[in-house]
């Protein structure tokens, strides 16, 4: 075979022997650790409520943070410890100005890790009082807490961080750069076919 | 009368068998020396994009489909990543947005691309329209490449609609109670309305609308309608004296560009969020593309949104049967270009009364 025939074959295995190793790489988080159960006394509940949260298959006499995870706030419950069948109960009391939405009730371990974790939906309050698992929510019951309807766009304060803008620069920068040496070489290419 | 104009179908003769009295250069070694078989370039096939096109193939309005189509990858890429954070769960949609917006590393950009991308994509898809509707090209052999093109409209449109419901703002929950009224009115709409299932909500079925059901229609029609465009070859009366790499590196070019101005006006002009929606209220006017369907509704009610997008599509579908003639053939019928001119009239004059209307109630009209 010639040298270069060669050098694009190993080119070839080596694309080919990184890829692999990044994905080996990416799939290591998924078999780092074992996880616990957690089971709640109801998955819907309102704010204002109490859970029971249970949990079992955790570690033996180990100390666990508790906490409620919304998309915009989290709620900490404290800590609790395993027994030694590694399982715990603990009530939680959902604050009252806790905002309707989808939530993660999570236990975790001293080094940060999640150990066991459960969905959780906070209904607004006039919603969690129909006792009805055949009608699962639709916008009807959506932000009914909020006050009146405004066309006027919400005042989210959004901070762009100076590494943000680098990176955002950066791509543009890099699309424009392109995209002008991708036209010179399309020019020169064309005058030389012409 | 021929059935196909110069360049027409079978417009790719293979390699080597292009005649150079035809004004097209041949496919010289030269050229697949460019593409050598042992390079990467070789083994993705790209020689195969190695063939001859007329050169105005290269001027912008020809690369119209083109840009629209980068627009739609722009729109895939961010979709994808903006749907690992989005919750379709009713009562948490607003709040994911939000987070997206607050909490995602780049986060906000992101979504002020899609916001944007969404908006561009309407700009170049409308003047592409106007470009072959211009030149005839839905005339004989192209008329299913329009259909299709047709077909793809439609699927644009359904993306920005349901895209628009899912954000749980004061216009979301107004589209989404439009989607339920027009459900309503149509036949077999009923998978649109809240009742037809209680295993999931609406909102979380029109989630599936926008990132897989309606992507996979379009990446479909786009298909069809690129092997069609390939199979007729494009519309023009020149020699083949260009390359199709060529168009492909220009068209790379201009979508870069045009990817850098996505990335400036998102950063410039950030997509808002309006605030939480409340039902049963309308005090929102729907994005400018809509709005022509908002005039409507304001004329004659709810009726409006089901009747101007019949008009519309309708129209658009009927076009290569009226006008049937072969584009190489005398006579242009006027008739269809007036025609055609009055529904673009109809259709700015919407766009832009609905800009200035007075916002009115139309659920329950
Ligand atoms: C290809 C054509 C598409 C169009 C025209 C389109 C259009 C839109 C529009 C107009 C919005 C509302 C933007 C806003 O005002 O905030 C939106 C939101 C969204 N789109 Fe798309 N989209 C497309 C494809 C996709 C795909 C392929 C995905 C995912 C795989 C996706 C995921 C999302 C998500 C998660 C949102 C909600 C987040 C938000 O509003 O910022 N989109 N889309
Ligand atoms: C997502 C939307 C669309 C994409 C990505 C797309 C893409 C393209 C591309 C790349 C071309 C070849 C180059 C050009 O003329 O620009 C083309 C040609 C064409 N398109 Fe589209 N198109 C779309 C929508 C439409 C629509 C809505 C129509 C008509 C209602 C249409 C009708 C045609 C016709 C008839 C041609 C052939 C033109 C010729 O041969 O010169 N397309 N399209």
Redesign the interface.
Known sequence: MSA??RF?QLRWRLGVALTLAAIGLAATPLFAHEKGVLTLNTKQAAPGDTLVARGSKLAKGAALRIEIR???KTFPFGSVHTDAAGKFEMRLPIPADA????YRVVAIASDGDVSAQENL????VQAAAVPSM??????????VM?S???????D??????SR?WT??IG??VF??V???L??R??TS??AR?? | MSSSAPNDAGAVPSAGTIAAHDGV?PDSSS?HA?VPE?SIAGRLGVRALDYAIPPSA?RLPYMLGGLTFVGLLALIGTGVLLDQFF?P????????V??I???V??G??VRSIHYWAATVVFVTLFFHILYVFWRRSYTRPREVTWWLGVGLFITVFGLMFTGTTLK????A?EA??HAVAGAKMSPGGAVLT?DFT??????SRLHSLHVSVLPLVLLALVLGHFALIRVHGIHSHEAK???F??HV??L??????L??GL??LA?VF?A????????G?E???PAWPFLWIYAVENTVGMTGMLIAPIVLFGFLAAVPLLDRGHDQGAGRPRWVMGLGMLVLLAYIAGIVYGVFAP?MQHLGM
């Not at chain 1, 055949?134 to 932000?143: G, L, N, Q, S, W």
């Not at chain 1, 009146?148 to 919400?154: D, L």
């Open positions: 270069p025939g694009t919304g998309a915009l905002k309707p939405g989808a939906v906070l209904r607004p055949t009608r699962m929510p639709d916008m009807t019951t959506m932000h909020e009146r309807a405004t066309a006027a766009p919400a989210i304060r959004v901070v762009t961080s943000a990176v955002i791509l543009i699309a424009l392109g995209g002008v991708l036209l070489g399309a290419g064309s076919t012409a | 250069v050229a460019a042992h290269n919750n769960e009713p009562l948490s949609a607003y709040d994911s939000v987070y917006m607050t909490r590393p780049l906000n950009w749980g703002d004061q216009e929950v989404l109670a809240p209680s295993s999931t909500t609406l909102l004296t260009a390359r790499t060529q590196r220009r790379t070019a201009f979508g870069l560009f990817c850098a990335g400036i950063a950030p808002v969020l309006g605030h939480p929606g409340v039902e209220v005090v929102t006017k916002q």
